[in-house]
């Protein structure tokens, strides 16, 4: 609001203040004031105005919008009114007026808050008119009363929507109304109050992750109706949170929204050099912009594909120009490459997010390369960490090092192991591992998968009508990696709570809703199980319990006489065996270091 504004709202909040002056007199005379006393009120009203706009001054009363009048408003008009009130009786009284009718100083104030909150009632009422006349697209609200107030209350001052009705998953609510709109059926008749209201677009107001909110997916899509959503609390930075935003799978998951020890990790990251290895990965990228956020000095980003570092460096150098990045062509497998880059940066913090992870490219022809990188990588950039005096060292793990059977998630365990190992040697690093699930989107996720194959027309291919993942989004896990880094202590396994597991077949069919299309249109096909896959994955291997930490969301896996592995024995067979060796040796060498690994067929 600019200055001009200012004086006029004071300009007439003191002629609401004169005017209130005369009904107080007028009231206080039974609707007629005599003559004497109308003197007498000529004479003090100027001190009143004086003492009433001295209150608004002091209490910031004229920096408010009329148009955007509630609650939080009206108690500021009672607080200024009560100080102006206090002020203007002040002067009055010290001036002693000859019989003046002291019963006006407690009407006044009752009548100027009556007048001031109706004023801005009006306007209010006249702006959101006005806003309704011209706005335009019709829009249905999903959700209980409660859910849809919030969201009534976030759509205020919108040009862009105008609601139209509520559709309610409780039918004790229907037939009732909210801020004049009225709630017109329940989720089975969402395609009819579309239909009546001509509404083509639902804002879902239930929680995410709600069953609510999956039922009114598949209600919706048969009726051809557009979902939107409020934008959730860690995007508010990045986009309008006032402004509805397009359904994402997310929104269907009831992933909660990860809380941070922000004080922590500023203490750890800020002014900090941090080093992450496959920076250019799904992880490893989200890794680096949440780092970013939190005023790392320098960020030192590693990765074996040129492109993904490339395109890494764009994103960064534009969010934050502020920060000195340095970007690496280079692979974990490379010792030498790896010394030199961290003996140049001397990083405080080191991310190792880069490794061979898809089950069946690893299976079978590239056993060997799993191993190079995922468990001689993990040794030298665990080494790395140590040698440059690093005070944290974190890993990336994964779910599949439980109990495992496939290559994959054997060379993940060993990986595992070895950090525990090397934690030994470097007592001044803290090196800790963190385990979580699926990641939603990420690189080879079913996600983008099936995103493709309904693209194409369909069909969806899914292993197994019973096959279940623990899934979690992209932010979420690493934020919890950071977490994980920030809490962890020398050699201790992070264990991620992944929430419900889920069925790969229900994740399909609500991607089919989400794109518009039905079952009808895109079909699944079972392929059956893939080598070396499970119908389900483990968090925690069975001799394995877990202590709770500080965070809600992260336990610590504890083993019960815990393995050794030796380093130079594994460096020493990854030499020996060349760069062909046979697929039994490399499971049998496997199977030699964990017992627990058990090879399908």
Known sequence: MNRSNNYLQIAADAALVMLAWWIAFWLRFNLEIPAEFEDLAWRSLPWAVLGYTAGWILTGLHRQVWRYTGLPELRQIALAVLLSAALASAMILMLRYESFPRSVMVLHPLVVVVLLAAVRGAWRSLGERSNA???????????????????????????????????????AEVGRSLQGIAVLGTTNLIANCAVKTGAGTVLIASPAGS??????????????????????????????????????????????????????????????????????????????????????????????????????????REAH?????????????????????????????????????????????????????????????????GACGAQKFVLISTDKAVNPTNIMGATKRMAELVVQSVAQEYAGTEFVSVRFGNVL??????????????????????????????????????????????????????????????????LARMMIRLLGKSEQEISLTYTGLRPGEKLFEELLADDETTEPTSHPKLRVAKTSGQQAVGIKGVTDWVDAAGAAPASGDVRAWLQSHLPEYKPQG
Request: hydrophobic share 40%; with cysteine.
């Open 321 to 385: 120009p502020q920060m000195q990045g340095f970007y690496y062509t280079a692979n974990v497998r490379e010792l030498d490459r790896l010394q030199a880059i961290a003996g140049l940066h001397k990083p405080s913090v080191f991310f190792h997010a880069a490794a061979y992870k898809h089950v069946p490219l690893m299976e079978s022809h590239n056993e060997i390369e799993a191993i190079r990188t995922n468990i001689l990588g993990t040794l030298h950039a665990a080494r790395v960490a």
């Open 441 to 506: 989107g990420s690189s080879g996720s079913v996600v983008p998968l099936f995103t493709e194959q309904i693209a194409r027309g369909g069909p969806i291919t899914v292993t197994h009508p019973d096959i279940v993942r623990y899934f979690m989004t992209i932010p979420e896990a690493a934020r919890l990696v950071l977490q994980a880094g920030l809490m962890g202590r020398s050699g201790q396994i992070y264990v991620l709570d992944m929430g419900e597991p889920m069925k790969i077949a229900d």
């Open 211 to 316: 069953d609510e909110r999956r039922e009114v997916l598949m209600q919706s899509t048969e009726a051809g109706l557009t979902l939107l959503t409020m934008p959730r609390p860690d995007e508010w930075l990045r986009t309008d949170g006032s402004s509805p935003r397009k359904i994402e799978l997310e929104d269907l998951l009831g992933r909660q929204a990860v809380e941070l020890d922000v004080r922590g990790l500023a203490e750890l990251f800020s002014g900090q050099t941090v080093f992450i290895s496959g920076a250019g990965g799904s992880i490893g990228s989200e890794l680096c912009r949440q780092i970013a956020r939190l005023g790392v000095a320098r960020l030192i980003c590693l990765d074996a594909s040129e492109i993904a570092i490339y395109k890494l460096e764009q994103e960064l």
């Open 133 to 171: 006349a011209v706005s335009g697209q019709p829009l249905l609200i999903f959700g209980n009363l409660h859910d849809a107030s919030d969201a009534l209350r976030a759509l205020k001052g919108s040009s862009q929507w105008q609601t139209v009705g509520i559709v309610s998953p409780l039918t």
